[in-house]
């Protein structure tokens, strides 16, 4: 197995160089203007000089980018501040652009909407809310330019209130998830005009909060969205046929059509899939020696997609679906149908497939190593001063360095447990392997994260993926202490995603990821604090039954609660089967109970619009229950039901 392809981290001094180092030649525009769209945002963050110069340079390019142009020639490189090319801080990635599906077609479509819809008819100010929004603010603007509209555009965050004059502020940003930041900053605008709000949108239901609240919202539903359009049968023919690079040499294979029950992730969801991931379609591929089932997977099209496409063309292994093609905005692969599930405690051999799988893929996609002088990524000083209630920077530098043990390359998103399987051959594979580039703003790159998150994947403990690890690279290194920290900044990017989801059929396996992750991080909490602190008597930081540092470590349900008092003895007797009836007559159509163990966990049904009255419905449920100790929480709720939980 070979592999030399480095994957070179997108960071603000590479976008910076590389626009630079281009004058006078063409450039393509998406790129261009998404690299200076960086730029600009990062100024805007710092409060460093040349914002209004890279506004500038960003909303030009943004006019020609709407007007139909492909390639743009850059003559104001030398108006690049010098100061971003020497900063190597890694690009914020906006999940619309870079996991989501959103494009830039999105923007001017948005704009469109708003325009046969109006009922203001004066100046306007095009905010877009950093990061996501700020990308698509620009897009707006010139849309709206076109059409005559007195515009300007800037970027906004919470807190911030620019100069709006007399003009209507048209706030854009990100598919809301709760939109309580776009609420806030609508009603905290300054300026007689008001503020409404531009967004494309999953469903209908994510900006009923802002409605209700009598803010003018303008949205673009999923179903058409440019990457969602993409997958129709038409389209994606003509795509493939016209704009896709094949693998194999001969003749391409023709697009016979879509496989029945799975034409268009976005508009029927498919199961196991989220409803904010990137669509996807299956489909059948004519080819010479016949009929070939393929999936066509969205990967963002600009300099987002980089990473993606780059792993699609360059990693061979037996293990993840092969590549058969790549196109702007598409990755076609191998269709994958599960033959069967691991369960919720695969093999021990099963996971020493899955150990060599991550290993593979470090080893095949390495990570250019950041220029000297790169940030520590700032969850590693929050992880720190949450286990040892200090600001000393020692303790950081250490979990740095832990995580550092092994050679950085590109994560292969997340080992959730959902994405293993059996195949009719009886071979692990694993899905989603290119549904997006890595994101987590770039923080962490390391197979760390992947080789912890086994421990909860595989329903595994710490000690025995060290274990496998030591075996495949027997360098006397102790690899529980690295693999403890990494699980814990794993369970930091996953806690507030934790039981997120929009597919009821996947609340309850979400619910059981929770209590699992929860009880991993429990025992990383412990031997981290141990090794930071260098002392066996140091306090436990996060059990499962006591107050754990902020938010960061126990994932926590959106509509809140707060971690029980620790838990007396489990029902006896009788009381086991009243819990059970008590909960199953109270849970009908408002959560999922599952059983794990001597515990009920309790995932909520519907969408997250209905997650706000949860909180009621539990106490109805303490009072239901034999005796209300009995409910307790572990980043879900749970209920007792034997001496131990």
């Known amino acids: 197995m070979t592999g030399n392809t480095t994957i070179k981290p997108l960071t603000i001094g590479r976008l910076a160089r590389d626009l630079a180092a281009r004058p006078g030649q063409?450039?393509?525009?998406?790129?261009?203007?998404?690299?200076?769209?960086?730029?600009?945002?990062?100024?805007?963050?710092?409060?460093?000089?040349?914002?209004?110069?890279?506004?500038?340079?960003?909303?030009?390019?943004?006019?020609?980018?709407?007007?139909?142009?492909?390639?743009?020639?850059?003559?104001e490189y030398d108006c690049i501040p010098h100061h971003l090319s020497r900063d190597e801080s890694f690009v914020r990635l906006p999940a619309s652009l870079a996991v989501q599906g959103v494009q830039w077609q999105d923007a001017t479509a948005l704009a469109r909407t708003w325009l046969k819809s109006r009922d203001w008819h004066?100046?306007?100010?095009?905010?877009?809310?950093?990061?996501?929004?700020?990308?698509?603010?620009?897009?707006?603007?010139?849309?709206?330019?076109?059409?005559?509209?007195?515009?300007?555009?800037?970027?906004?965050?919470?807190?911030?209130?620019?100069?709006?004059?007399?003009?209507?502020?048209?706030?854009?940003?990100?598919?809301?998830?709760?939109?309580?930041?776009?609420?806030?900053?609508?009603?905290?605008?300054?300026?007689?005009?008001?503020?409404?709000?531009?967004?494309?949108?999953?469903?209908?239901?994510?900006?009923?909060?802002?409605?209700?609240?009598?803010?003018?919202?303008?949205?673009?539903?999923?179903?058409?969205?440019?990457?969602?359009?993409?997958?129709?049968?038409?389209?994606?023919?003509?795509?493939?046929?016209?704009?896709?690079?094949?693998?194999?040499?001969?003749?391409?294979?023709?697009?016979?059509g879509l496989v029945p029950g799975r034409e268009n992730s976005a508009l029927a969801p498919w199961p196991g899939l989220r409803r904010r991931s990137p669509a996807r379609a299956a489909v059948r591929l004519r080819t010479p020696q016949g009929i070939r089932h393929a999936v066509a997977g969205w990967v963002p099209p600009g300099i987002f997609g980089d990473a993606a496409r780059a792993a699609a063309t360059a990693l061979h292994s037996p293990l993840p679906p092969a590549t058969l093609a790549v196109a702007p905005a598409l990755v076609i692969s191998d269709d994958l149908a599960p033959a069967a599930p691991l369960g919720p405690k695969p093999a021990p051999h099963r996971l020493e497939k899955a150990v060599d799988y991550v290993l593979a893929r470090a080893r095949q996609l390495p990570v250019e190593p950041a220029g000297r002088g790169a940030p520590m990524p700032a969850v590693l000083h929050t992880v720190a001063r949450a286990l040892t209630g200090a600001d000393d920077p020692a303790p950081a530098a250490r979990l740095h360095r832990l995580l550092s043990a092994l050679p950085p390359a590109l994560p292969d998103?997340?080992?959730?447990?959902?994405?293993?399987?059996?195949?009719?051959?009886?071979?692990?594979?694993?899905?989603?392997?290119?549904?997006?580039?890595?994101?987590?703003?770039?923080?962490?790159?390391?197979?760390?994260?992947?080789?912890?998150?086994?421990?909860?994947?595989?329903?595994?403990?710490?000690?025995?993926?060290?274990?496998?690890?030591?075996?495949?690279?027997?360098?006397?290194?102790?690899?529980?202490?690295?693999?403890?920290?990494?699980?814990?900044?794993?369970?930091?990017?996953?806690?507030?995603?934790?039981?997120?989801?929009?597919?009821?059929?996947?609340?309850?396996?979400?619910?059981?990821?929770?209590?699992?992750l929860q009880r991993g991080m429990s025992e990383a909490a412990e031997l981290a604090q141990h090794?930071?602190?260098?002392?066996?008597?140091?306090?436990?930081?996060?059990?499962?039954?006591?107050?754990?540092?902020?938010?960061?470590?126990?994932?926590?349900?959106?509509?809140?609660?707060?971690?029980?008092?620790?838990?007396?003895?489990?029902?006896?007797?009788?009381?086991?089967?009243?819990?059970?009836?008590?909960?199953?007559?109270?849970?009908?159509?408002?959560?999922?109970?599952?059983?794990?163990?001597?515990?009920?966990?309790l995932a909520p049904a519907g969408a997250p619009s209905t997650w706000s009255r949860a909180r009621h419905a539990l106490e109805d449920l303490a009072r239901l229950l034999p005796r209300p100790g009995l409910l307790g929480w572990c980043g879900v709720p749970v209920v007792s039901l034997g001496e131990e939980c």
């Open 531 to 601: 090794i930071l602190n260098g002392t066996a008597a140091a306090p436990g930081v996060v059990h499962r039954w006591e107050q754990p540092p902020g938010e960061l470590v126990q994932p926590r349900l959106p509509f809140g609660g707060t971690p029980a008092p620790e838990a007396g003895p489990g029902p006896a007797g009788e009381e086991p089967e009243m819990t059970l009836k008590a909960v199953a007559r109270w849970a009908d159509g408002k959560f999922h109970p599952v059983r794990e163990q001597q515990v009920l966990l």
């Open 122 to 256: 004066g100046p306007v100010l095009v905010a877009g809310v950093r990061t996501g929004g700020a990308y698509l603010a620009p897009l707006v603007a010139a849309q709206l330019e076109t059409a005559g509209v007195d515009v300007r555009v800037t970027s906004v965050r919470p807190g911030e209130k620019p100069d709006t004059g007399n003009r209507r502020v048209l706030l854009v940003d990100d598919p809301p998830l709760t939109g309580r930041t776009l609420l806030s900053l609508a009603q905290d605008m300054p300026g007689p005009a008001g503020a409404e709000v531009l967004v494309p949108v999953f469903d209908a239901d994510d900006v009923q909060g802002l409605r209700k609240a009598q803010i003018t919202v303008t949205v673009l539903p999923r179903e058409q969205w440019h990457s969602t359009r993409q997958l129709e049968p038409d389209a994606l023919s003509a795509c493939l046929t016209t704009e896709a690079h094949w693998q194999s040499a001969g003749r391409p294979p023709t697009v016979d």
């Open 413 to 516: 998103n997340r080992c959730e447990a959902e994405k293993w399987f059996l195949d009719d051959a009886g071979r692990l594979r694993k899905t989603g392997h290119l549904s997006h580039a890595y994101r987590r703003d770039n923080e962490l790159l390391t197979p760390l994260l992947d080789l912890a998150a086994l421990a909860v994947a595989f329903g595994s403990g710490l000690e025995a993926v060290a274990k496998e690890l030591a075996r495949r690279l027997p360098d006397g290194r102790s690899w529980h202490e690295a693999l403890a920290v990494a699980l814990l900044c794993y369970g930091t990017a996953r806690g507030k995603q934790l039981p997120r989801t929009y597919n009821p059929q996947r609340a309850a396996e979400i619910a059981v990821e929770a209590y699992r």
């Open 26 to 75: 063409p450039i393509q525009a998406l790129r261009c203007y998404e690299s200076l769209t960086a730029l600009w945002i990062r100024c805007c963050d710092t409060n460093m000089p040349g914002a209004r110069v890279l506004q500038g340079m960003t909303c030009r390019a943004a006019r020609r980018l709407t007007a139909g142009e492909d390639t743009l020639i850059l003559p």
